[in-house]
């Protein structure tokens, strides 16, 4: 059973920072996609950030510049900065892991940014 943990979310003025972690546990040997969703408070959940398994990284045009997605292969981990935050990344933000042909999601993470 894959089991995803995330850390690192709360609250931050306009401007700053924060670091969003994740870790896998369970059975697994080098997963396929490892990345983060968001959902804001009425809206779909959209994809943040993925880092493939071949090393290519994809970014929602939103965060581009901003954001940078991480992923320690050996350790399961998947790691996001973020930087330069605005309220409109408020949201609570999901782990995600795709793999064997299956998705997992973390239980979420709230990032609340005051303006």
């Known amino acids: 059973q894959v089991q995803l943990v995330e850390s690192g979310g709360g609250l931050v003025q306009a401007g700053g920072s924060l670091r969003l972690s994740c870790a896998a546990s369970?059975?697994?040997?080098?997963?396929?996609?490892m990345g983060w969703f968001r959902q804001a408070p009425g809206k779909q959940r959209e994809l943040v950030a993925v880092?493939?398994?071949?090393?290519?990284?994809n970014y929602a045009d939103s965060v581009k510049g901003r954001f940078t997605i991480s992923r320690d292969n050996a350790k399961n981990t998947v790691s996001l900065q973020m930087n330069s935050l605005k309220p409109a990344d408020t949201g609570v933000y999901y782990c995600?892991?795709?793999?064997?042909?299956?998705?997992?999601w973390g239980q979420g993470t709230q990032v609340t940014v005051s303006s």
């Open positions: 880092f493939t398994r071949d090393g290519t990284t």
């Open positions: 995600y892991l795709r793999y064997r042909f299956q998705s997992y």
């Open positions: 369970g059975s697994i040997f080098n997963p396929n996609d």
